[in-house]
């Protein structure tokens, strides 16, 4: 859920502004380096960018008049890193505020730290380990759309316990209460938004390729081989998952690509 305009209190209004605003100019500086050294990226990264719009647009209803939806940051983390993703994340968020009423601009910070920040760090982190145990490439990309979804929606509801602690129960006894709220509508919003990161990712395979290579999420026969000489250990390993197992379709090309 973004979290209303005028919903927090000044203070955490200001509070999670300032924690904010160092991962999102941090990725603004990520961003301008990419698109510098890669400009062949653009079209990649304006794609990151309206699937996360898209679908963190689409507000479904929740119990007690919440809602919940998708948020679509998994795929740009995977593909560009977390620190971009901040600002894409915060791109798509001011602009949601100011056109569709989704969320505010005084609960800004708030909603950018639980998606745009908290969101792909989670997802990524969980892509990575992943990835570092064998587990096919479709595979570590749902869970990482998985993860960003659901840990979006963990922080969101402590933000909100911390702002509207319960009369009885206090911060655990709301937190409590808004983690079940969201929860019955946010889980299989989770397990729906890493099926079709799934399926995205599985297009990208097939018709970016080179771009996938370069950004690593593909790695090439060649680049397997000379990360294995370097690291014997890794050699155990050289018969692993690879793109084929993860991705239908992606075996025998002629690029010869396999995941890291």
């Not at 203070?11 to 100019?25: K, L």
């Not at 380990?129 to 993860?147: E, H, K, Q, S, Y």
Request: aromatic share 6%; charged share 10%; proline share 6%.
């Amino acid at each position: 859920m973004h979290i209303a305009e005028g919903f927090l209190p000044p203070a955490h209004a200001v509070a999670w502004g300032a924690v904010s605003a160092p991962f999102v100019v941090h990725g603004a500086r990520s961003l301008v380096r990419e698109v510098r050294n890669h400009p062949e990226s653009t079209l990649l990264l304006g794609a990151s960018g309206a699937f996360t719009f898209v679908l963190s647009a689409l507000k479904l209803p929740s119990v007690t008049g919440s809602c919940s939806h998708p948020t679509g940051t998994g795929l740009g983390a995977i593909l560009f890193r977390p620190p971009v993703m901040a600002v894409l994340g915060t791109i798509t968020l001011l602009f949601q505020a100011l056109l569709l009423a989704h969320g505010g601009l005084t609960t800004l910070g708030a909603n950018v730290f639980s998606m745009a920040v908290v969101g792909p760090w989670a997802g990524y982190g969980v892509y990575r380990l992943l990835r570092r145990a064998d587990v096919p490439l479709m595979g570590a990309v749902f869970a990482a759309a998985f993860v960003a979804d659901l840990s979006t929606y963990c922080v969101t509801s402590v933000q909100l316990a911390l702002a509207f602690p319960d009369p009885a129960g206090g911060f655990a006894g709301a937190l409590g209460t808004f983690g079940t709220v969201f929860a019955v509508t946010q889980i299989p919003l989770a397990v729906s938004e890493g099926l079709l990161t799934v399926l995205v990712m599985r297009l990208l395979v097939r018709s970016s390729r080179g771009e996938l290579t370069r950004l690593g999420v593909l790695v090439t026969r060649a680049g397997r081989a000379t990360a294995d000489a370097a690291d014997p250990s890794r050699a155990s390993h050289a018969s692993g998952p690879s793109d084929a197992s993860g991705a239908p379709g992606a075996s025998g090309t002629a690029s010869g690509a396999v995941t890291r």
